[in-house]
């Protein structure tokens, strides 16, 4: 049974439900979680944070319930559309179901909803391109980006893969290399080819 020192006071709190069913999930009581986040939605239906960490905890890999894990995230969306956080997970749910145009969509809305970040996603687009086999295109767009955001990590680790994969393993070293200049989080990618 669910139980918290908060619930004591008051257990017709959707935020406490939803909060406990974080914990929970945290804490690795996957059945918990899940009737702890499906309390929280009872009790609030329009609960953005309970339909998005629901969302999120059924598309872990622990639980794998992918089509319902996508609908919680789509109802989160229909209450707040603007979210960069949901966005993300959006655009990740969309990429696993191999639906590029959705997962673009939600990646160009997250640069509108976060200009700073707008570089991020601008490579993470371009470099999806390769994942669905448009490697030529993506190579276009994610060197129209090196030049656009010189010194940019993010966009020359995304080159590293569509070169190996078109075999061009001299220009796949070449990006790989950049990366190792710009000191990426200590891995050098040179050293893989």
């Known amino acids: 049974e669910i139980n918290g020192k ?13 909060s406990l069913g974080s914990l929970r999930q945290g804490q690795n009581h996957i059945d918990e979680a899940g009737k702890a986040f499906e309390k929280a939605l009872e009790l609030d239906p ?20 992918y089509d319902e894990g ?21 655009l ?6 191999g639906d590029f145009a959705a997962n673009r969509a939600h990646a160009e809305r997250a640069a509108i909803i976060d200009p700073a970040s707008a570089r991020k ?32 990590v993010a966009t020359a680790r995304n080159l590293v ?3 190996i994969w078109l075999q061009d393993f001299e220009e796949a070293g070449v990006w790989a290399r ?13 050293d893989v080819l």
Request: positive net charge.
């Open 161 to 163: 893969n569509p070169y």
């Open 178 to 190: 950049r990366v190792d200049a710009m000191n990426a989080a200590g891995r050098k990618f040179a």
């Open 70 to 90: 996508l609908a919680a995230l789509e109802k989160a969306e229909s209450l707040e559309p603007m979210s960069r956080v949901l966005n993300e997970k959006l």
């Open 92 to 97: 990740t749910a969309y990429f696993k179901r």
């Open 6 to 18: 908060a619930m004591l006071v008051d257990d017709s709190v959707s935020e406490l439900w939803a």
């Open 46 to 65: 329009k609960n953005f944070s309970a339909w998005r960490w629901y969302g999120d905890f059924l598309n872990k890999s622990t639980v794998r319930r």
């Open 121 to 152: 996603y601008e490579s993470y687009i371009a470099g999806n391109l390769s994942s669905y086999g448009e490697l030529a295109q993506s190579v276009f767009e994610l060197r129209k980006l090196a030049v656009k955001y010189p010194g940019t």
